[in-house]
């Protein structure tokens, strides 16, 4: 397979580093240092998604910033709008996000074990909006009873989750 002029004399090389549960390799599949922030505290980053424009939604169980949900631009610099409107993100448990994942309006659907978005009660699923509020007329009555693992758009646009719960209003 024929390589990209950029990465020809360096393909297979793999230069180690130290991470913070968030890095994106590069062109050529080496580690591109540009996207790795020690913002996390303790916990992992569970879930990355990746906009049209190149913004990076990740979730997960980190404690800092305290809120399991933090947005890097495509320069790989902090949000820090959507950061400011996420406000205390997802709360109400210990185990935080699992599952993130983008609507054909861009809109951001997160999957977890939670039961508060920025005070708001949102039990195990929450759809933002854009620049990082809660969309509002998105509404589940009580939602989820436990974790949900994985959060899907259909061709039609349409919310799949699944996950460790047995009840779902």
């Known amino acids: 397979q024929e390589l990209d002029e950029r990465c020809?004399?360096?393909?297979?090389?793999r230069t180690p580093a130290?991470?913070?549960s968030l890095a994106r390799p590069s062109l050529c599949h080496q580690y591109d240092g540009s996207l790795c922030h020690s913002r996390r505290g303790s916990g992992a980053v569970t879930a990355?998604?990746?906009?049209?424009a190149g913004n990076v939604v990740?979730?997960?169980?980190?404690?800092?910033?305290?809120?399991?949900?933090?947005?890097?631009?495509n320069t790989?610099?902090?949000d820090a709008a959507f950061n400011t409107n996420v406000g205390t993100g997802l709360t109400g448990t210990s185990l935080g996000a699992q599952?993130?994942?983008?609507?054909?309006?861009?809109?951001?659907?997160?999957g977890g074990?939670?039961?508060?978005?920025?005070?708001?009660a949102r039990s195990g699923l929450v759809r933002l909006n854009t620049n990082g509020t809660n969309d509002a007329p998105f509404t589940?009555?009580?939602g989820t009873n436990n974790m949900v693992y994985e959060v899907r758009i259909d061709a039609m646009n349409r919310i799949m989750n699944g996950g460790d719960f047995t009840t779902y209003n």
């Open 58 to 73: 990740a979730v997960g169980d980190f404690t800092t910033p305290p809120s399991r949900v933090i947005r890097f631009s």
């Open 99 to 110: 599952a993130v994942v983008l609507d054909g309006s861009s809109r951001i659907i997160i």
């Open 48 to 52: 990355v998604a990746v906009d049209a």
């Open 18 to 20: 130290t991470l913070s």
């Open 8 to 13: 020809k004399g360096i393909a297979g090389e």
């Open 140 to 142: 589940i009555g009580s």
């Open 113 to 120: 074990n939670f039961t508060l978005y920025n005070g708001t």
């Open 76 to 78: 790989s610099a902090l």
